[in-house]
């Protein structure tokens, strides 16, 4: 699946693509059924990878779903023929909404870059189904886990995290919003890390349904492994800027976004600064394409004057292109 051309960018808008942990049985199923352009994105993967992952994405069982070799090419398929969707609905007016920026949380900057066309949907797929095989593998060899913490400045979990690390990796995996932050490791110092934060007045702590320590420096065998992967295939420079999710820099060469991707593992995704960047640059309307709405929630908290719009299925497709119509600047 290729980009749309930018013949007419809307500098006020962002897309942007959710990552692990947003899936769940069901997604897509609705756009499959009523968009031939999402058929044809689930028939893609399928045809990609050797299985039906549009059965697994629309039938589960939840268990194989969430294993993190399924759950990565399942979320960027969905992402995308949410993607196809909202461009066959459009017709010939996609080309009036093509964004100033694209950018994903993690995973989700894989959808961010098919988007932009940097990379071809099937390529993608299996990119991102070896991609999870790989931290799957780095999970089974030391067993980790991640935490979301709420109500503590990251600069306090910074020390908290330093202090655990005399049990083990632990470190901020995901700053996802001025106070709220993912921290991520080895299971004991993560354990320690935790009892430090509530100690130290965090709001609320959540223990994340995964049992791999991402973007830690755990990940840096596979991490290793996956820079061969990446580069044997073909990366084209992005018609639309892709904000990292590590660097929050805006990046457009090839060879750039293939050296980050592999850092991607075990770097910390700076996804507050990231959405920082893109206000920076003009944005005022963020739309979340793909599974869940975790994104739009985040955005909310980073800058309240913000406008979100969340399209994950069909009935959300046509409310949302409505809202992003009536949101268009004048002339």
Known sequence: MKSTPTTDVRSDLAFVFPGQGSQFVGMGRSLAETSEASRKVFAEADEALGFSLSD???????????????AQPAILTTSIATLAAIR???????ASLVPRFVAGHSLGEYSALVAAGVLDFSTAVKVVRERGRLMKEA???????????????????????????????V?????????????????AALSAAIELAVANGAHKVVRLAVSIAAHTPIMHRASEQFAEAISRIRLQDAVIPVISDISARALVSAEEIRSELARQLYSSVRWSDSVQKMVAGGVTTFVEIGPGDVLTTLIRRIDRNSKTVSISDASSLQEGLTRLNASAPGP
Do not use: W
């Open 56 to 70: 697994l994405c629309f039938n589960g069982p939840d268990e194989r779903l969430r294993e993190t070799v399924n």
């Open 88 to 94: 066959e609905q459009l017709g010939p007016k996609a």
């Open 139 to 169: 999970g089974e060899r030391t067993p980790g886990g991640m935490a979301a913490v709420i109500g503590l400045p990251a600069h306090i979990l910074e020390d908290i995290c330093r202090q655990a690390a005399a049990l083990g990796i």
């Open 171 to 187: 470190s901020p995996a995901n700053y996802n919003t001025p106070t709220q932050t993912v921290i991520s490791g080895e299971l």
